[in-house]
């Protein structure tokens, strides 16, 4: 399949299901009660996205590998993973249940500092997390009080309850899948994996300090695959170039740096392997909307 829907934010994914949207943020989705059917899609994420499937509706492809789940199972997405979905079923209504929540809901939160940790959104898992049925409910129990608190309504408490709400279904998740682990081999890393752990591993130390900037050239030697090759590859599976995908991560830590209000934005911008801050600045106005001054500035208030 060619087309691939850019999932920038959850209001996207719910009017492709006919779904209601209480918070441009975050939204629990029940697929039994979707009005619209969707064929063969494949998404590319821009959202973290948490699905609970009590029955097979459809295949799913991860990157370059299959995914591997059976019915009562979670499947995990992560922003900049892409997916695609082929459904098995003419059911426009399946069951499947789940959570979407945008990258901005946890900006400046505990929870945004250690979402990494949760490793089941890594591609680095094809294999979907078979539940019990006390682990289901488990799960239905949490799925349900977030719900509640979207139907509430905002005030000044909304956030924080809804991202320890949503902490404590991760943090579940984790013990299920560390449970399941037990008794897994580690699968073998496709190139998507390798270049994604190539890329934490480059900004999680001083390297981009030091060395600056991270090329396509360079992750492509990393790989052992030339770079034409590389762009393509990825380009095919991500509809995202390498260079896309590398400004769009570099975005991202820049937000959570900004959002501490520690550093200044100077400091920022070397850490992250910019010569100049200008360079810096221009490049998150352009792919943000505001300056890292403005953007920080929105989110202490």
Known sequence: MDKILNLDNVDLYNKLYGL???????????????????DLIRFNYGVYALFLKLEKACDI????????YQEGTIVCFAPGQTAETTPTTDKVQVNVYG???????????????????????????SEALHLSEEERSIV????????????????????????????LLLNYCMRFYE???????????????????????????????????PTVKYFADKLCLSSNYFGDMFKKETGKTPQEYIQTKVIELA???????EETVS????????????????????????TPNEYRAQNNM
């Open 20 to 38: 209601e949207t209480l918070n441009p943020l975050i939204s629990v989705v029940d697929l039994n009660k979707a009005t619209n059917g969707v």
């Open 99 to 125: 959570i979407l929540f945008h990258p901005d809901l946890l900006r400046g939160t505990s929870l945004g500092k250690v979402i990494k940790k949760y490793t089941f959104f890594s591609y680095e898992v």
């Open 267 to 290: 400091q920022i911008a070397y850490s992250l392997g910019f010569q100049y801050p200008q360079h810096f600045c221009r490049l998150f106005k352009k792919r943000v909307g505001c």
């Open 179 to 213: 449970r399941q682990f037990i008794t897994r081999s580690k699968a073998n890393s496709d190139v998507l994996t390798r270049f994604e752990s190539l890329l934490d591993e480059y900004f999680e130390g001083a390297t981009a300090e030091s060395n600056g900037l």
């Open 255 to 261: 937000k959570e740096r900004i959002s501490v209000a």
């Open 140 to 167: 239905m129990d949490c799925l349900k009080i977030i719900r509640m608190e979207l139907e509430h309504g905002v005030d000044r408490h909304s956030k924080t309850l809804l991202v320890n709400h949503i902490e």
């Open 61 to 68: 492809r991860y990157g370059r590998q299959t995914y591997d």
